[in-house]
């Protein structure tokens, strides 16, 4: 087998001419790259794993705030509204929600977590799968193979846009985070390598152009919100691809988008903190009132 999988075109080749899943390639890569076995691999993923639901168990009972002061009380106020008034959308979406608010709260609290692709996104991935693992009563197996799934997709875009806000805006986080997201949700409920890859490809040609303009600096606003945002948008993406709804650019194409929206992008707008929402008027008063340098 080749093993040199860079593109998602490749990646779509390579699963059909070996008639095997996405999660399946990727880790035979692994052991080939690493010189190590399968369990191994499988094994480091599911600490992966295990390190994602530690930091959405926290989260979800703390209301401790940041080091400045400006968040860290989100997911307690959203818990408690649920409690009162249940969500439009059901449970699956309460669980996403808040999972997506208590990973990111525990990052901006110093407090471990898992960069899936970065900090500043890693509330995303984490939301979708544990609350669709819980949903569908998932085993450790399969929430390994999402995440697999997941992973790779991310890598594959990693190949050409590096994956920081200071590169190409928040597209290049959040927005990978979605499509790894989208993916790994069509791997859990049953959909084939095109619809899994279409999945990602739905999520992230939305995305494009979104700026990392985050106030003061910080990785919080509008980061923590926009993680909660992002992995509902996610679920959208599968619930398209899983009724073999297509994305008429190619997944490769958009990537390729993707890196010249970056380029194209102001400085002021990729973590500078210049533009955007940092520069309006109440976000540089947050600052200054909170004497945050």
Do not use: W
Not at 24 to 29: G, R, T
Not at 64 to 78: A, N, P, Q, Y
């Amino acid at each position: 087998m080749e093993y040199s999988i860079s593109t998602f075109e490749k990646l779509i080749l390579t699963c059909q001419n070996e008639n095997k899943e996405i999660y399946e390639i990727m880790q035979e890569k692994e052991v080939y790259d690493f010189e190590i076995s399968i369990n191994e691999v499988r094994s480091k993923v599911l600490r992966n794993i295990q390190v994602m639901k530690e930091a959405i168990s926290k989260g979800l009972k703390s209301s401790e705030k940041s080091l400045s002061g400006l968040c860290g009380d989100d997911c307690i106020k959203l818990t408690e509204k649920y409690k009162k008034q249940s969500a439009l959308f059901g449970n699956l979406y309460e669980k996403i929600t808040t999972y997506a608010l208590a990973t990111m709260e525990e990052n901006l609290r110093m407090n471990r977590i898992v960069a899936c692709p970065t900090a500043g996104s890693c509330g995303i991935v984490p939301a979708v799968i544990i609350a669709l693992s819980e949903k569908f009563g998932l085993t450790e197996e399969q929430e390994i193979n999402a995440l697999i799934t997941a992973g790779t997709i991310g890598l594959i875009i990693s190949n050409k846009v590096p994956m920081a806000g200071a590169v190409a805006g928040c597209q290049a986080e959040c927005g990978t985070a979605s499509a790894m997201s989208a993916g790994a949700c069509v791997q859990i409920m049953g959909g084939n390598v095109k619809q899994i890859i279409n999945a990602s490809a739905l999520a992230l040609k939305n995305l494009l152009g979104l700026t990392c303009d985050p106030v003061g600096g910080l990785v919080e606003i509008p980061c923590v919100k926009r993680n909660v945002f992002l992995a509902v948008h996610a679920i959208t993406a599968a619930e398209l691809a899983l009724a073999d709804i297509e994305s008429k650019i190619p997944p490769d194409q958009i990537v390729d988008a993707m890196l010249q929206t970056g380029q194209l992008m102001s400085p002021l707008l990729k973590e500078t903190s210049l533009g955007g929402l940092a520069a309006t008027k109440n976000g540089i008063n947050i600052i200054d009132k909170n004497c945050i340098k």
